[in-house]
């Protein structure tokens, strides 16, 4: 029988793969463009940030997973797939190593993995296309990932705050 802290922890884990997919859906409804095909605010990345910090990275690498395939079926294409799950496995890999370190903040390791998912997209469209041009994007990308890892991390903060 399960006992009554994993059954919390499954529940919890529920309520947070919805969460971010609720995020993704509602991320999709926004149009938000800056000259930059594809680019978003990330907010299902919150979910993924608060299952970090509230259960670990295994946990938080099943959340990334799980909403990045189930949202590409229900709200994209597979190409929409490649790209999420590039940018998913760049984005989580570099928060787990900056979390690790111990050196820093929610808001820090938030911003490193808005930057480097979209550097994860940025190589896959690079393969798509085959042309440097594409790197061109690189800056405002950047200054993107910075600024919604930023707003992201202070929610996570809040939200983080309110339910522990």
Known sequence: MMALQDRKKTAYMGLLLAFALI???????????????????GLANLAVLLTMY???????????????????FLFGNMSMLLYSLAGGVFSFAVMFLMKKTNRFSITGVSMGGGVFHNIGQLLVAFCVVRTEGIFYYMPVLLIAGIVTGFLNGVIAIAVRRNIT
Do not use: D, H, Q, W
Not at 31 to 37: A, D, L, S
């Open 54 to 72: 509230l259960f670990g990275a295994k946990e938080a690498f099943t959340i990334n997973f799980c909403r990045i395939v189930i949202s590409s």
């Open 23 to 41: 995020l993704s859906y509602v991320e999709s409804l926004i149009p938000f463009f800056f000259g930059v095909p594809g680019m978003k605010l």
